[in-house]
């Protein structure tokens, strides 16, 4: 359906009478392929920072025309901007300026990467207020973008730089097509772990990647996408979903562990098969996830309970058990949701596990990396899965359309694409991250 | 030349669909659908997609004709390289038994590496075959050069011709069911209506219990909608069952102890099972669940010899039990087909016979009793159905899987068949 209206008002008469009335015209997206080009034109750099020169000399290695300070009459393909030497608000002025100027000439599928600091409480303030500014800088140009353009922000801690690992990896995420439904956001850099891969379109090669609720949406995708990125994949859904399962296994080479992941014994079974069969456990997708909605005055303890046993209780024993089992490596990449950051009627027990879901992430970070592993979680805003195609139409159309700044619901695909790049080795250095693909929903911080 | 050294031929795991009853779930597919599907979740479960397998085999007892290569099409249309050599076996409801057993004595003889045996069977998609003798006629009109020929073997046809030829569970030779038969040997050895029912509880209680604990997670893979057995009556009591009326027997009036509650239903589905050697399970980082030490075939007269047609495996565990030195009570599990609940209480007592054991086993002692806690302890065929020659694969699966579990001992597995035959066989677990 979403395919559909997208045809329409892109096309033809149907284009031009669309732009008549003033109708939403949501663009296609510009998603990930292995062969295709990182970027559709040229990169622009604007601004200073200590380690530009390093940053510019990656970008050259991966193939991209890449222009300091001025791109002339180029259409552009990529703008980043070096915002994290600015000291006061008032520094603003000449960049911003310029990246107005440089975004006339971006193209379709254009990426802006803002870099920039935390703001901090101990911060002098008027360094504070320029980092907070940048925030909003960023969300706004998200908003202001055309033709399936994003803008996004890496935000560098103490001790890290534009080169850092981490810092490229999240640069070059943000510029790829895998991050087509991520608009508006900020992955922060921590540490200087992390490591690149040698292939770029193999980022998980020799990894063992286990995905938990795996036989349809969007757990499916995920496992599909892993796999594509290198991964060996176990796949893990309820035994009543095991035919889907099997679909699903077969057609990426996978093998299929029936478990129910609210089971005592549910980790001890994951790492008995992954190691068992593919000789280790690199990589588990919490995935698995139910809803079952409810105003709360009319919440009743089977829906509530059920939901946080499978969303949150299950995620919560089960990396107890990895971490007791020492896991040397070992990444987690779970699912939140944007209802766990904004809320969402009917969905308090959902909300609960969701949320809960982004407090275990952060509180799990420091325990995960102890071992040399990390923790991360993606929340997916509007995804067209096989769930969502239940909710009414004209419901749909406003939800898909209407709130997000990219005018159209998600695919399982892009919600799988970043769960693949936090689960990398590339991402370590953004340990504890919560990244929301929504397309830059309205609701949500 | 040297002879071939023997070597162990290993289980490796299993796969099947739910069993459905006849005209349910599965009333739409077809014996290639269901080996099909069986089949892709074993590669699912052990990684098989493009493997070369060394071969596929096992059958199905009732068979469209176009089906004469059932299994060969099934590894068509699956994920494994299609260059994996595939052929159908029949020995009715021994069909799996024997495409197992005959596939591990291969990779014992180094022949094969790997190998997928099982079976199918479905009720609600029969080959309906033409009576004879339209089938003669039509025969007659291939035949017929002419047009004055032609239509004289059409005018021979008259309504009666038309009516179909439904397959059915009946002995061709003495056009007796199979239930009819084994009520006569239940009669002969005074198995009562309590202990047929009682076998059955049994054997739902412990089906419904095995799903409980997730013993089937790895055994059995969803198809068509259907996750479960949909024969199993977790809720059955013998007051339920003691209301069942006799549905085989009939004619023993009082006497008829057979109900549809303690004799399987028609059912439909697939069952496969995963063998290789130990060097391709170690390469391969596959589990090894439990050896597959040794089979035996037995068949009797019950046409004019006046032994029961579904008594051969009483016949068979003797043979094979003597060539392994082993006793009866060896034997950690039991896995005894129930055909009908009489054949299961019927080969125990024989084997407690000591007039039956001298006389027609031809043994000095009686094979005695058995630790009636090691039979059938996850349920067998009268709670989850008996889709004829996918029996085979689902005990061998299951069994081996309890072994692993166990790990120790040995099983005995036992499985009667149509015309008066049966095959047993040793599983054994690995230390």
């Known amino acids: ?445 | 030349m040297s002879q071939p050294s023997v070597r162990n031929a290993v289980i490796i795991g299993g796969n099947r669909i739910p069993f459905a009853r006849s005209n349910t779930a599965y009333v739409n597919a077809s014996n290639q659908d269901m080996f099909t599907a069986a089949l892709e979740g074993l590669v699912a479960r052990y990684g098989l997609q493009g493997q070369r397998i060394g071969a596929v085999s096992g059958g199905a007892v009732l068979k469209h004709s176009k089906n004469f290569n059932l299994i060969r099409e099934a590894v068509l249309g699956s994920s494994l390289d299609h260059a994996t050599p595939a052929y159908d076996v029949q020995m009715a409801c021994a069909t799996g038994m024997e495409a197992i057993g005959s596939l591990a004595n291969k990779i014992k003889l180094g022949q094969l590496e790997s190998a997928i045996g099982g079976g199918v069977d479905t009720t609600s998609d029969a080959p309906i075959a033409v009576s004879d003798s339209l089938r003669a006629i039509l025969m007659e009109l291939s035949r017929a050069r002419t047009t004055k020929a032609k239509l004289g073997a059409l005018a021979k046809i008259r309504p009666g011709h038309l009516a179909p030829a439904a397959p059915g569970t009946g002995e061709p030779r003495t056009g007796l069911s199979m239930g009819d038969h084994q009520a006569i040997t239940t009669k002969k050895w005074g198995i009562t209506r309590e202990a047929q029912d009682e076998l059955a509880l049994a054997s739902h209680k412990n089906l419904a219990a095995a799903y409980d604990r997730g013993f089937f997670n790895d055994l059995i893979t969803p198809f068509n909608g259907l996750a479960k057995d949909n024969n199993l009556r977790a809720d059955s009591s013998m007051e339920k069952l003691a209301k069942l009326k006799p549905a085989f027997g009939k004619n023993l009036g009082e006497e008829a102890t057979m109900t549809a509650g303690n004799s399987t239903p028609l059912t439909d589905g697939a069952s496969t099972v995963l063998l290789g050697s130990e060097e391709y399970a170690q390469a391969n980082d596959l589990p090894m669940l439990a050896n597959f030490v040794d089979f035996e075939a037995a068949a009797v007269d019950f046409v004019h010899g006046g032994e029961g047609l579904l008594m051969a495996p009483a016949y068979a565990t003797a043979r094979m039990l003597k060539r392994n030195n082993l006793t009866l009570q060896d034997f950690d599990f039991y896995e005894i087909h129930e055909a009908f609940a009489g054949t299961v209480l019927s080969t125990l007592k024989a084997w407690e016979d000591e007039e039956f054991c001298r006389e027609k086993l031809g043994l000095e002692a009686p094979l005695g009793a058995i630790d009636r806690s090691k039979l059938n302890v996850n349920g067998s065929s009268l709670a989850a159905g008996h889709p004829f020659a996918a029996t085979g694969g689902r005990i061998i699966a299951s069994t081996a899987k309890m072994l692993h579990e166990k790990g120790s001992g040995r099983a005995l597995i036992s499985v009667c068949a149509a015309g008066g035959q049966g095959v047993v066989a040793i599983l054994e677990a690995r230390n």
């Open chain 1, 1 to 445: 359906m979403a395919d559909k209206y997208m045809e329409l008002v892109n096309t033809g008469l149907t284009k031009k009478l669309a732009t008549m009335l003033g109708l939403p015209r949501p663009p296609r997206l510009r998603r990930y392929s292995p062969d295709a080009a990182l970027l559709p034109g040229p990169v622009l750099i604007l601004g200073a920072s200590a380690k530009a020169q390093e940053l510019s000399d990656t970008l050259v290695s991966w193939g991209l025309d890449v222009r300091r300070h001025d791109a002339g009459e180029a259409k552009l393909g990529g703008l980043v901007l070096l915002l994290d030497e600015l000291e006061r608000p008032t520094d603003l002025s000449p960049l911003m300026l310029a990246a107005g100027q440089a975004l006339r000439k971006l193209l379709p599928g254009g990426r802006v990467v803002a870099f920039s600091r935390p703001a901090g409480d101990d911060d002098e303030p008027q360094l504070s207020a320029v980092r907070q500014g940048i925030d909003g800088v960023v969300r706004s140009m998200g908003r202001e973008m055309r033709g399936g353009a994003t803008a996004n922000g890496i935000v560098l801690e103490a001790g890290t730089t534009v080169a850092s690992p981490s810092a490229l990896a999240a640069l070059r995420f943000f510029f790829s097509g895998r991050s087509a439904y991520v608009d508006g956001q900020f992955l922060t850099v921590r540490t200087n772990d992390g490591v690149l891969p040698a292939d770029f379109a193999k980022p998980l090669a020799g990894k063992v990647a286990v995905v938990t609720g795996a036989a349809r949406g969007i757990g499916a995708a995920i496992a599909k996408t892993l796999s594509r990125d290198g991964a060996q994949v176990v796949v893990v859904d309820m035994p009543a979903a095991g035919e889907a399962l099997a679909k699903v296994a077969n057609s990426i080479g996978a093998t299929t562990l029936q478990l129910d992941v609210t089971a005592e014994d549910a980790a001890q079974q994951i790492m008995d098969h992954a190691i068992g069969r593919h000789g280790s456990l690199d990589l588990v997708i919490h995935n698995a996830g139910i809803t079952r909605d409810k105003l709360l005055a009319n919440m009743d303890a089977g829906r509530w309970d059920s939901v946080i046993a499978v969303n949150i209780a299950s995620q919560l024993r089960m990396n107890e058990a990895f971490l007791a089992a020492k896991l040397p490596g070992l990444r987690i990449v779970s699912l939140a949701s944007t209802s766990g950051i904004a809320g969402n009627r009917g969905q308090t027990n959902y909300a609960a596990s969701k949320g809960g879901v982004i407090g275990m992430v952060h509180a799990s970070a420091k325990l995960f990396a102890e071992n040399g592993g990390s923790i991360a979680a993606v929340a997916p805003g509007f995804i067209e899965t096989e769930m969502t195609a239940k909710i009414p139409l004209g419901t749909r159309t406003v939800a898909r359309m209407v709130l997000p700044s990219l005018m159209q619901g998600g695919l399982p695909v892009d919600v799988a694409e970043a769960i693949s790049f936090l689960g990398s080795d590339a991402a370590a250095g953004l340990n504890g991250q919560v990244l929301r693909v929504c397309g830059q929903s309205l609701v949500g911080a």
